[in-house]
């Protein structure tokens, strides 16, 4: 079936460090979501890119929709402790399902 | 506007037990979709039921059943309970097919 490969799976950095993950496929997709979620929590969604080249910004997130439409990055700058968490990748399929990547967590080096 | 919720949060069973959990979506969203999710695994589809009506499926054993009423409450059921069935069961809602979903805090299952 259709996967999102997702790395890396995860990061240890600094407080204050840029941070940069990315989703790749084998097939094109038209959605791609970042998700993070927090221990205890749901995925809760940070950013949706909905056209090629499309560079979407939240903040201190920035995240792109590649111009081949078969993958995605997410950067995250000036690291701050409430950053750490599991960031998730997600596309949306032909029958609308979200499809998953494995997720990169993200850990803050003390 | 209150957020999605599951219960119950946390729960343990034994093999061959079954189980009923809850999701209560946000108010006004009509699709509501299941997902299992394992340490270390992406969220793994289960279904996800629009007006009642289950609209799509994943790969999953018939164990898994779900159902969705008209006030688009919706409750996911696993008969037969497995070890392997441990895991984090998250429900999201969104307006409609396709839309933005929001998820609940899930619910957390053991099987022992």
């Known amino acids: 079936g259709q996967q999102l490969n997702q790395s890396p799976q995860s990061m240890f950095i600094q407080e204050g460090e840029d941070v940069s993950m990315n989703c790749t496929s084998s097939?094109?997709?038209?959605?791609w979501l970042w998700y993070k979620q927090e221990p205890g929590e749901g995925p809760v969604l940070l950013i949706a890119?909905?056209?090629a080249g499309e560079l979407t910004s939240n903040g201190r997130l920035t995240a792109q929709f590649g111009i081949t439409r078969k993958d995605s990055f997410l950067n995250i700058s000036a690291s701050i402790p409430s950053d750490v968490g599991i960031y998730f990748c997600?596309?949306?399929?032909?029958?609308?399902?979200?499809?998953w990547g494995a997720g990169t967590k993200l850990i803050i080096k003390p | 506007k209150a957020g999605v919720t599951q219960t119950p949060r946390y729960l343990i069973k034994t093999r061959g037990q079954q189980v009923t959990l809850s999701c209560s979506p946000i108010?006004?969203?009509?699709?509501v979709s299941w997902y299992q999710q394992t340490p270390g695994q992406g969220l793994q589809f289960l279904f996800e039921?629009?007006?009642?009506?289950?609209?799509n499926k994943g790969n999953f054993p018939g164990r898994f059943s779900g159902r969705q009423f008209s006030n688009s409450r919706s409750e996911m059921n696993v008969s037969t309970l497995e070890l392997g069935d441990s895991a984090l069961y998250l429900c999201?809602?969104?307006?409609?097919?396709?839309?933005?979903?929001?998820f609940g805090p899930g619910t957390r299952l053991l099987v022992l």
């Open positions: 890119l909905y056209k």
């Open positions: 097939s094109i997709f038209n959605t």
């Open positions: 039921y629009f007006s009642e009506t289950q609209r």
């Open positions: 108010s006004g969203h009509r699709s």
């Open positions: 997600a596309s949306m399929d032909s029958n609308y399902q979200l499809i």
């Open positions: 999201a809602s969104s307006v409609g097919t396709g839309e933005t979903q929001y």
